[in-house]
């Protein structure tokens, strides 16, 4: 038993450490000014759009130089949102890294249709490399977005059941 325990630890710790060598490097989402991290959940009003900027950190000598294409997914996580009400758009193609800790300063602008589902939440994942063009492995990094509601959305329903409330209270009082 213990034999067949160290064999497995054995085969998981090679397995997880084959997968950490081949990527090229840690991606993350920073700010517009690719000053701190982004957060984890982007609120957007539809029409609203935000920028970003992509940081790769711990950069394999072999990626410095290469041009890793931009992809971008975006997935609707509740059955409000149409992942074609956002749009991930690139100030340009590629992620160049030049140096081992690397960020592409507002590369990244996130869009809500004017149209959206207010409510609606969606998950989006970056990443910058092509598998299929033989690059190492794609280097990616996940963000979720919230459609929040615009104010009066928010306010007539509170200010029904504030009125609502009052109503029944004058009620009783009259009684």
Do not use: C, W
Request: aromatic residues 8%; negative net charge; glycine residues 8%.
């Amino acid at each position: 038993m213990k034999k067949m325990f160290l064999l497995v630890s054995g085969i998981l710790i090679l397995s997880l450490a084959g997968s950490a060598m081949a990527n090229p490097y840690d991606a993350f989402i920073y700010n517009a000014a690719g000053t701190a991290s982004a957060p984890s959940i982007l609120d957007l009003k539809p029409g609203d759009s935000i920028v970003l900027s992509y940081r790769g950190e711990n950069i394999i000598t072999d990626a410095l130089g290469q041009n890793f294409a931009y992809v971008s997914t975006v997935a609707a996580t509740n059955a409000l949102g149409n992942p074609s009400d956002l749009t991930v758009a690139f100030a340009h193609p590629n992620f160049v890294p030049t140096t081992v800790d690397y960020t592409d300063v507002g590369v990244i602008t996130v869009s809500l249709d004017a149209d959206a589902t207010q409510g609606a939440t969606y998950a989006i994942e970056i990443r910058a490399g092509n598998l299929l063009q033989g690059d190492i492995e794609a280097g990616s990094a996940s963000r979720s977005i919230d459609s929040i509601p615009e104010f009066p959305t928010v306010a007539l329903p509170i200010a029904a059941i504030l009125g609502l409330v009052f109503i029944f209270g004058r009620r009783k009082e009259e009684l």
